[in-house]
């Protein structure tokens, strides 16, 4: 194939450095306004349940967008999507920066959402194309830094941001970063892919739409108010959006699909799919949590809560490419499974939190947390990825980022409705001395619910991982490559 024959003509460094820069702005907005959500909620008289939002609407529009990638990356060259997407990122990180009320922040966040809803799969699928399989585990190392380390950062650099500025800082850090990885794609990326203009099936589209919008708008919802999940509103829109999914997979049967459901026939690649979704869940929960239980719980400021949270991102970015190199020699399961063991060791001591936790302590489970989840990360999804022939690698992408999105939303949105309840309970027998001490416990016992879930994530993931081997690129795939 043309395409894969041809790629000693990229400048490889370049084009990855260009999607990183981008993709790692892009990410770290994702969880940036975690760690502000408090401030928010006093800034702009809102409720947690609506605060939350701004994160599960960044996910939601991801796991809406995402299923159309597949579809975009044949339809459009890679330099149109990447200048779409950064143009969109840099557009809605103005507005975001320059935001003054609730609803123009979400729709900031929006726009973000649909940048990063466009540049994540191209960044998989470009590096696919530009790097052969042996040397996939240490580029995929690289990405899986970005998207791992910059939303597990943006707490702690929005932690120091708020207690020094405003919220608003974290966007305008933002910008100029973007327009560097702007320009730099500009100058060295090239069109890695063939654009075939497929035919758009609109029904496929808005099957998917209200399928994946419907399931997590729900499961959001169900974090909101005293009826949670016997609410009628959650009942019927995850039912709807079920309904709608069981459609969408049915229609994807035609002869030239929105999403190729094929790639479930590869079972290492539903495997590494099914972990990358776990890992989200958890990741994404954590982050939410953690540093209302800081706050609230513990009542530490904000710059010592990003700053407990430093030394976990920084180690994690920092192994990271070992990782990829090391299941480039390896494969994944002395890397993965390892990792899982200790994600699940970690989660357990979580659910032993309490207002007496040392701060020490609860810095070295949030070092183990990171730690485990790059162990599974980049082993797991480039594990599954390089199972797929090259011309599903676009579906595969697409498939991969859409149920990691989802996953996070859906984790999000039940990490709030579990804290929620938790806080609840313990309130409705609670008779502590002050109000102050009444809510820092409840707000503990509802963080230790929430780990608790997902420590229960994290060992069905230890079951998944014992069936993973290495995938073994054949001949006529490397022949194909080469």
């Not at 702009?44 to 939601?60: D, E, H, K, N, R």
């Not at 009942?235 to 999914?245: D, E, P, T």
């Not at 400021?301 to 020699?329: A, C, H």
């Not at 040392?358 to 730690?371: E, K, M, N």
Request: with cysteine.
């Amino acid at each position: 194939m043309r395409r894969y024959k041809l790629k000693n003509q990229y400048n490889t460094l370049a084009i990855l450095t260009a999607l990183l820069i981008c993709g790692a702005v892009g990410m770290f907005n994702e969880t940036s306004l975690n760690i502000a959500l408090t401030n928010l909620m006093e800034v702009f008289q809102i409720l947690a349940a609506t605060a939350q939002w701004l994160t599960t609407g960044f996910m939601l529009t991801l796991g809406i967008l995402m299923p159309m990638s597949g579809l975009l990356l044949q339809m459009f060259s890679t330099r149109k999507l990447f200048a779409g997407s950064v143009i969109s990122l840099i557009v809605g990180t103005l507005i975001a920066a320059l935001a003054f009320n609730f609803e123009m922040l979400m729709f900031a966040r929006v726009l973000q959402a649909i940048g990063m809803g466009l540049l994540l799969p191209l960044i998989f699928n470009t590096v696919l194309v530009i790097y052969p399989p042996e040397k996939r585990g240490a580029a995929m190392g690289l990405v899986s830094l970005v998207i791992m380390v910059a939303p597990a950062s943006g707490p702690t650099i929005g932690g120091l941001l708020i207690e020094y500025f405003t919220w608003h800082y974290i966007f305008w850090i933002s910008l100029p970063l973007l327009v560097i990885g702007f320009l730099i794609g500009l100058k060295y990326l090239k069109n890695v892919t063939d654009v075939t203009k497929p035919r758009i099936d609109l029904l496929s589209v808005l099957l998917s739409t209200i399928g994946f919008g419907g399931v997590v708008f729900g499961f959001s919802k169900a974090g909101e108010g005293s009826e949670g999940w016997s609410s009628m509103v959650v009942i019927i829109s995850i039912a709807i959006g079920l309904v709608a999914l069981l459609f969408f997979i049915l229609r994807q049967n035609m002869s030239n699909p929105m999403l190729n459901l094929r790639v479930f026939k590869y079972p290492m690649y539903v495997i590494g799919m099914l972990l990358i979704m776990s890992c989200m869940l958890i990741s994404m929960s954590s982050t939410i949590i953690l540093p209302m239980f800081l706050q609230t719980g513990k009542e530490l400021s904000v710059l010592i809560t990003g700053l407990m949270l430093l030394p976990g991102s920084v180690l994690s970015g920092l192994i990271q490419p070992y990782v990829g190199r090391l299941f480039d020699k390896y494969g994944p399961k002395w890397l993965v499974i390892p990792g899982l063991v200790i994600l699940t060791a970690m989660l357990w001591f979580f659910t032993t939190i309490s207002v007496t936790s040392t701060v020490a302590f609860i810095i070295a489970l949030h070092i183990g947390l990171t730690i485990g989840i790059a162990l599974i990360w980049t082993p797991a999804q480039t594990n599954g990825l390089n199972q797929l022939p090259p011309e599903l690698y676009p579906h595969g992408t697409a498939v991969m980022n859409t149920l990691q999105q989802v996953g996070g939303a859906i984790g999000t949105a039940v990490a709030i409705s579990i804290l929620t309840g938790g806080m609840e309970k313990y309130l409705h027998g609670s008779s502590a001395p002050s109000k102050q001490t009444e809510i820092a416990n409840a707000m503990t016992a509802g963080a230790q619910n929430v780990f608790l879930f997902t420590m229960i994530i994290a060992l069905i993931g230890l079951v998944m991982a014992i069936f993973i081997r290495r995938v073994v690129v054949n001949g006529e795939t490397m022949k194909s490559i080469h």
